[in-house]
């Protein structure tokens, strides 16, 4: 069965900082990996995904992740924090058919 | 048109109210989904549309049901609900071969 860990269930930095955002997942086989970000009382938006390819994946408002099949993990990363990304932010694996495996969610903090 | 709408963005209920949710995309999204999110949790599948029809029930109670009337229309009609099915609803849909879900913004429901 799938399953998703995302480590953390809040994380504050330092405006200007460095974001890491932690996700392992379970799966018998490579799964299609997303990070959602969720700000207050509005929808899932998609930061980024992977599906195949390169395991270097670019997204949204300058965030990236990486694909570590070794590691099976997902981590989300931006190199410099701006206040306007805090926000909680969600990964999510499916290995096809409609279901989405949701992690338990990072809220990240952002400090001026 | 590049977004999923959904209707109305706030809804209160009393237990014996019979109330529906609309969700719309023009995208040619040929896969459907409903979601529940209650606060501070990530969003839980309810329903899956493929093509029209009914493809996944997430074992959800009768109180709730789904409606696909074509394809680019979801409803989720509500009727006898409990305090405890207030949540935020969440409507997703994906573009035809892709796994990769577009979220709306939410109806939060609020049942009394």
């Known amino acids: 069965a799938q399953s998703v860990t995302q480590l953390g269930s809040h994380v504050s930095v330092s405006e200007g900082a460095l974001v890491l955002l932690r996700c392992n997942y379970s799966?018998?086989?490579?799964?299609?990996l997303f990070w959602y970000v969720q700000y207050p009382n509005q929808g899932l938006q998609l930061l980024l995904k992977?599906?195949?390819?390169?395991?270097l994946v670019k997204g949204i408002n300058g965030f990236e992740a990486e694909f570590k099949k070794s590691e099976t993990s997902f981590h989300l990363t931006k190199p410099s924090a701006h206040m306007s990304d805090a926000a909680e932010y969600f990964c999510a694996v499916t290995l096809g058919g409609g279901k989405l495996i949701f992690g338990q969610g990072t809220e990240l903090s952002v400090k001026p | 048109d590049t977004e999923v709408t959904q209707t109305p963005k706030h809804l209160v209920m009393g237990m014996t109210n019979k109330k529906s949710l609309k969700c719309e995309q023009h995208?040619?999204?040929?896969?459907m989904y409903w979601y529940k999110q209650k606060a501070k949790k990530p969003p839980e599948l309810m329903f899956v549309?493929?093509?029209?029809?009914?493809?996944i029930n997430e074992s959800v109670p009768s109180r709730f049901s789904p409606e696909c009337p074509n394809s680019s229309l979801l409803n989720l009609h509500l009727h006898a609900l409990q305090p405890e099915d207030s949540a935020l609803y969440l409507c997703a849909s994906s573009p035809p071969g892709s796994e990769t879900q577009y979220f709306g913004p939410g109806t939060r429901l609020l049942v009394l």
């Open positions: 995208m040619g999204h040929r896969a």
């Open positions: 992977y599906t195949t390819g390169a395991t």
């Open positions: 549309y493929s093509y029209e029809k009914l493809s």
């Open positions: 799966s018998s086989v490579p799964p299609y």
